[in-house]
């Protein structure tokens, strides 16, 4: 199935014999009730109209590759000014890496740049609101300024060279920030400051220690000088506490969390009257001893960087979660015992297949699992949140070894853990859709979750059953509360996994509306007084914009900015085709983009046509869709190659982001065999309906899809004529902990699971050629992965690789020149080859 793109903005739906159901994942859920959601499930196919092919000038390559300032740059960092009618955003300047800053309201298409002496004046994207929404706090350059939103008189709070954050009302109306790990409270009617509490990051003092041994008790026994001094020391500690007990004007708010600890988060009370707090022991994320050169250096001396830690140097940490009663000054540890599955071996048959391969046998064991709070790569929030009025506070956790996510809360009373949610996969706890909260004014949470197989929106009384808020194959994400809980904003791709509009439900009747219409995709941010969204919206063809929009249903949305370049809107750039693969492994399609030849006739017959299949990179990420890619240079580049007769096609293989719990876990403990065959897939398609000759097949990606151009040549050498692999990852034991014990578990437990998942495994594969393109000053994927794999083929005595080396660039290439070098070789090697 095709989808086809014009300048339309409505969505047509084919009709489909069935949707797609998919099998729910391994989850653990105390949801006992659900309700409909008003909005359909996503359908398998539906033709989506969007933008056509832009400009008439031939790009080329040297164009594609060069600073993309050319392009027009975008507006960056957009929010919103306290006064919900101005939008704040940043733009980079021509020339340079400078950003600045500009104002516009939102009636008007004229931004005005805002002077840097007036930069502490336009809020911030993180700004805080007093409950009564009168005043509102933020920081700038670590300094704390209160708004009063009535009088529009700014006032700042402090101006010290130490760095003030997170700024917070209480209920009474009193502020709150965080110095480092001491809390401060500002009375704002007085000005008075004082100190709610100082988390010390050390050993509790153990007052003044008495003899022991039995010299030293005869040396107090026998010398009066040194008695004397004993009792001196006891009296002045004795008075000093005296003081601090009986005197309400001096501070004593230390709590000693142990030293050789770092605090990993600590969330205040809104009423400033307790602390959660999240311990962990103190590690470095660099190696002990591993370096990474700098080769390239002011000085011309060769530069040894720390180098990040690998996965196989991991060792399994656990958080210590306190809370602290400020009142009555008392700090207890809560213990993780009373989370279902807390001491679970649930890689026990991972374990047994590792040991029967050692000729061993495993017997399984409980045994607490290392928990930590959820802290992941975009989680925004907190991971513990209040209640309005303070009598509850929720806490997300996360096991480890990522198999479990637990939703808890505190029970005060007996100072336990009380978990609300748990949520188990066999495979791994996805990071992407773990946003939670509470209503207001009341005990029920409301948190996402993919225990029916795709990110999904529930609710759960603290002492109730959950109940669904959405429902569908469709993936819910970014959550935004009203003040009235009216509504649930929310961000899903309903209609089109591709396709990504705002929507809203009510969380007391269940009810969803759609909100946005743009076709593309949009993210959203609520105006301060709720009445507005601020939108950032792009299509295929085009960047990020911004738009605003009244915030109700089918609202229609006012066009803000407009940034990009005449230059860029002159360039022929190809608009690709959204296609439905079929999958010869799932009963889902594999979704694509396909960019065709302009003289490209459909249902032309001869098996003619040359084709590369560009693999996207960070595995986890969903590039089919209809917005405008991350990947713009690589857009460019296969808008090229198809003026010069290539199909160009751009998979979502599995593991992909958008299309559920079941196609993004597919990869667990075998990365890179569901992706080939999608690729495979890919081939099968372009051959039966694009005209290409399968012995004209080339393949290129960078990062995660260098891995898997490795894979593809190395495990089916004769799906492609040739391929280039750009950063790529050859060995996952050297990759970091956080992305890859997800997929593979830990080296020491799941050995098996890495040596299936290596490309250096599988050298022995490669018989068509090979192009490797590595930065030397890659502290993601490091040089040393090429390295090692390069000497293995030489062991192997393959003659049909090359390596290009690029000396300055990191992960993501920053040097016009580099892009171009780097996209020249892959531009000649498909050249050479198909």
Same mark, same amino acid.
């Given at each position: 199935?095709?989808?086809?793109?014009?300048?339309?903005?409505?969505?047509?739906?084919?009709?489909?014999?069935?949707?797609?159901?998919?099998?729910?994942?391994?989850?653990?859920?105390?949801?006992?009730?659900?309700?409909?959601?008003?909005?359909?499930?996503?359908?398998?196919?539906?033709?989506?109209?969007?933008?056509?092919?832009?400009?008439?000038?031939?790009?080329?390559?040297?164009?594609?590759?060069?600073?993309?300032?050319?392009?027009?740059?975008?507006?960056?960092?957009?929010?919103?000014?306290?006064?919900?009618?101005?939008?704040?955003?940043?733009?980079?300047?021509?020339?340079?890496?400078?950003?600045?800053?500009?104002?516009?309201?939102?009636?008007?298409?004229?931004?005005?740049?805002?002077?840097?002496?007036?930069?502490?004046?336009?809020?911030?994207?993180?700004?805080?609101?007093?409950?009564?929404?009168?005043?509102?706090?933020?920081?700038?350059?670590?300094?704390?300024?209160?708004?009063?939103?009535?009088?529009?008189?700014?006032?700042?709070?402090?101006?010290?060279?130490?760095?003030?954050?997170?700024?917070?009302?209480?209920?009474?109306?009193?502020?709150?920030?965080?110095?480092?790990?001491?809390?401060?409270?500002?009375?704002?009617?007085?000005?008075?400051?004082?100190?709610?509490?100082?988390?010390?990051?050390?050993?509790?003092?153990?007052?003044?220690?008495?003899?022991?041994?039995?010299?030293?008790?005869?040396?107090?026994?026998?010398?009066?000088?040194?008695?004397?001094?004993?009792?001196?020391?006891?009296?002045?500690?004795?008075?000093?506490?005296?003081?601090?007990?009986?005197?309400?004007?001096?501070?004593?708010?230390?709590?000693?969390?142990?030293?050789?600890?770092?605090?990993?988060?600590?969330?205040?009370?809104?009423?400033?009257?307790?602390?959660?707090?999240?311990?962990?022991?103190?590690?470095?994320?660099?190696?002990?001893?591993?370096?990474?050169?700098?080769?390239?250096?002011?000085?011309?001396?060769?530069?040894?960087?720390?180098?990040?830690?690998?996965?196989?140097?991991?060792?399994?940490?656990?958080?210590?979660?306190?809370?602290?009663?400020?009142?009555?000054?008392?700090?207890?540890?809560?213990?993780?015992?009373?989370?279902?599955?807390?001491?679970?071996? @649930?890689?026990?048959?991972?374990?047994? *297949?590792? &040991?029967?391969?050692?000729?061993? #046998?495993? !017997? +399984?064991?409980?045994?607490?699992?290392?928990?930590?709070?959820?802290?992941?790569?975009?989680?925004?929030?907190?991971?513990?949140?209040?209640?309005?009025?303070?009598?509850?506070?929720?806490?997300?956790?996360?096991?480890?070894?990522?198999?479990?996510?637990?939703?808890?809360?505190?029970?005060?009373?007996?100072?336990?853990?009380?978990?609300?949610?748990?949520?188990?996969?066999?495979?791994?706890?996805?990071?992407?859709?773990?946003?939670?909260?509470?209503?207001?004014?009341?005990?029920?949470?409301?948190?996402?979750?993919?225990?029916?197989?795709?990110?999904?929106?529930?609710?759960?009384?603290?002492?109730?059953?959950?109940?669904?808020?959405?429902?569908?194959?469709?993936?819910?994400?970014?959550?935004?509360?009203?003040?009235?809980?009216?509504?649930?904003?929310?961000?899903?791709? @309903?209609?089109?996994?591709?396709?990504? *509009?705002? &929507?809203?439900?009510?969380?007391? #009747?269940? !009810? +969803?509306?759609?909100?946005?219409?743009?076709?593309?995709?949009?993210?959203?941010?609520?105006?301060?007084?709720?009445?507005?969204?601020?939108?950032?919206?792009?299509?295929?063809?085009?960047?990020?914009?911004?738009?605003?929009?009244?915030?109700?249903?089918?609202?229609?949305?006012?066009?803000?900015?407009?940034?990009?370049?005449?230059?860029?809107?002159?360039?022929?750039?190809?608009?690709?085709?959204?296609?439905?693969?079929?999958?010869?492994?799932?009963?889902?399609?594999?979704?694509?983009?396909?960019?065709?030849?302009?003289?490209?006739?459909?249902?032309?017959?001869?098996?003619?046509?040359?084709?590369?299949?560009?693999?996207?990179?960070?595995?986890?990420?969903?590039?089919?869709?209809?917005?405008?890619?991350?990947?713009?240079?690589?857009?460019?580049?296969?808008?090229?190659?198809?003026?010069?007769?290539?199909?160009?096609?751009?998979?979502?293989?599995?593991?992909?982001?958008?299309?559920?719990?079941?196609?993004?876990?597919?990869?667990?403990?075998?990365?890179?065999?569901?992706?080939?065959?999608?690729?495979?897939?890919?081939?099968?398609?372009?051959?039966?309906?694009?005209?290409?000759?399968?012995?004209?097949?080339?393949?290129?990606?960078?990062?995660?899809?260098?891995?898997?151009?490795?894979?593809?040549?190395?495990?089916?050498?004769?799906?492609?004529?040739?391929?280039?692999?750009?950063?790529?990852?050859?060995?996952?034991?050297?990759?970091?902990?956080?992305?890859?014990?997800?997929?593979?578990?830990?080296?020491?437990?799941?050995?098996?699971?890495?040596?299936?998942?290596?490309?250096?495994?599988?050298?022995?594969?490669?018989?068509?050629?090979?192009?490797?393109?590595?930065?030397?000053?890659?502290?993601?994927?490091?040089?040393?992965?090429?390295?090692?794999?390069?000497?293995?083929?030489?062991?192997?005595?393959?003659?049909?690789?090359?390596?290009?080396?690029?000396?300055?660039?990191?992960?993501?290439?920053?040097?016009?020149?580099?892009?171009?070098?780097?996209?020249?070789?892959?531009?000649?090697?498909?050249?050479?080859?198909?």
């Amino acid at each position: 199935m095709i989808f086809n793109f014009s300048s339309s903005k409505t969505l047509v739906a084919l009709a489909v014999a069935s949707s797609i159901m998919l099998a729910g994942c391994s989850a653990t859920a105390n949801t006992s009730s659900t309700q409909q959601s008003a909005l359909p499930a996503t359908k398998v196919a539906a033709v989506v109209n969007t933008p056509a092919d832009i400009g008439s000038q031939k790009i080329t390559l040297e164009q594609a590759m060069a600073d993309p300032d050319w392009m027009g740059n975008q507006p960056e960092s957009a929010y919103w000014a306290s006064d919900s009618a101005t939008i704040i955003y940043a733009q980079k300047e021509q020339g340079n890496t400078l950003r600045d800053l500009f104002s516009q309201p939102v009636t008007s298409q004229t931004a005005e740049q805002v002077a840097l002496n007036k930069l502490h004046t336009v809020g911030s994207n993180k700004a805080v609101y007093s409950k009564n929404k009168t005043m509102a706090a933020y920081t700038f350059k670590g300094n704390v300024f209160v708004k009063n939103l009535k009088t529009g008189e700014l006032k700042q709070i402090t101006a010290t060279s130490a760095s003030e954050s997170k700024p917070q009302f209480l209920n009474n109306g009193d502020l709150v920030y965080r110095q480092g790990n001491v809390f401060f409270k500002i009375d704002l009617k007085t000005g008075l400051t004082s100190e709610l509490a100082n988390l010390k990051l050390a050993d509790e003092p153990k007052g003044i220690e008495e003899p022991s041994t039995y010299i030293a008790k005869e040396q107090h026994k026998l010398i009066k000088f040194v008695a004397l001094q004993q009792k001196n020391k006891k009296d002045k500690q004795a008075r000093s506490e005296q003081i601090n007990e009986q005197n309400d004007s001096i501070a004593n708010t230390a709590y000693y969390l142990g030293d050789g600890n770092k605090v990993a988060e600590a969330q205040l009370s809104p009423n400033g009257d307790a602390l959660l707090v999240v311990v962990k022991e103190k590690t470095d994320w660099r190696a002990d001893g591993d370096i990474m050169p700098n080769y390239i250096t002011n000085d011309a001396t060769i530069e040894p960087k720390k180098a990040r830690r690998r996965v196989a140097d991991a060792k399994e940490e656990t958080s210590q979660l306190v809370y602290i009663n400020l009142t009555n000054k008392e700090q207890t540890s809560l213990s993780f015992n009373t989370l279902p599955g807390f001491d679970e071996d @649930v890689l026990a048959a991972v374990k047994k *297949e590792n &040991y029967a391969r050692d000729g061993k #046998t495993y !017997k +399984s064991k409980k045994a607490p699992r290392g928990i930590n709070v959820i802290m992941d790569w975009g989680f925004e929030q907190s991971p513990i949140v209040w209640n309005d009025d303070g009598s509850q506070v929720a806490v997300m956790l996360e096991a480890w070894d990522n198999k479990d996510r637990w939703l808890a809360t505190v029970d005060f009373k007996n100072n336990k853990l009380v978990s609300q949610h748990r949520l188990h996969d066999d495979a791994w706890i996805a990071y992407a859709f773990n946003d939670f909260g509470w209503l207001h004014n009341s005990n029920t949470l409301y948190y996402l979750s993919e225990e029916s197989g795709y990110s999904q929106l529930y609710k759960k009384p603290v002492n109730g059953s959950a109940t669904a808020l959405t429902q569908g194959q469709f993936e819910v994400s970014n959550l935004t509360l009203t003040s009235d809980d009216s509504a649930i904003y929310y961000k899903a791709n @309903v209609e089109h996994p591709g396709l990504y *509009e705002i &929507y809203r439900v009510n969380p007391q #009747t269940g !009810k +969803s509306e759609q909100v946005t219409d743009l076709n593309g995709m949009t993210n959203y941010t609520l105006s301060p007084d709720e009445t507005k969204l601020l939108l950032k919206h792009s299509t295929i063809t085009m960047p990020n914009e911004l738009y605003v929009a009244d915030a109700k249903a089918n609202a229609k949305a006012t066009r803000l900015t407009h940034t990009v370049s005449d230059e860029f809107l002159a360039k022929k750039l190809t608009a690709p085709k959204i296609v439905a693969v079929p999958s010869s492994h799932t009963e889902q399609p594999i979704y694509a983009k396909v960019y065709y030849p302009a003289d490209y006739v459909e249902g032309e017959v001869g098996k003619n046509r040359k084709a590369v299949i560009f693999n996207h990179g960070a595995g986890y990420l969903q590039n089919s869709h209809m917005g405008f890619s991350v990947y713009f240079r690589e857009f460019m580049f296969h808008s090229l190659l198809a003026d010069e007769g290539y199909i160009v096609m751009d998979m979502d293989y599995r593991a992909s982001k958008g299309y559920g719990r079941d196609w993004r876990t597919a990869i667990y403990r075998q990365m890179g065999t569901p992706e080939t065959q999608d690729l495979a897939d890919g081939v099968k398609w372009m051959a039966q309906n694009a005209n290409v000759d399968t012995k004209a097949v080339g393949t290129y990606g960078g990062s995660y899809g260098g891995f898997m151009t490795f894979m593809a040549l190395f495990t089916a050498p004769e799906l492609f004529q040739s391929g280039a692999a750009l950063r790529p990852v050859t060995d996952w034991a050297h990759y970091n902990t956080g992305y890859t014990a997800n997929i593979l578990n830990h080296p020491d437990v799941d050995p098996i699971a890495y040596e299936r998942s290596s490309p250096i495994y599988y050298a022995e594969g490669l018989n068509k050629r090979l192009l490797i393109n590595a930065p030397m000053v890659d502290d993601n994927v490091f040089f040393q992965d090429s390295v090692r794999l390069v000497q293995r083929l030489i062991e192997l005595e393959k003659q049909n690789f090359e390596t290009a080396i690029f000396p300055v660039e990191p992960h993501g290439f920053v040097q016009p020149s580099s892009w171009l070098d780097e996209y020249r070789r892959i531009y000649k090697l498909f050249k050479e080859t198909l």
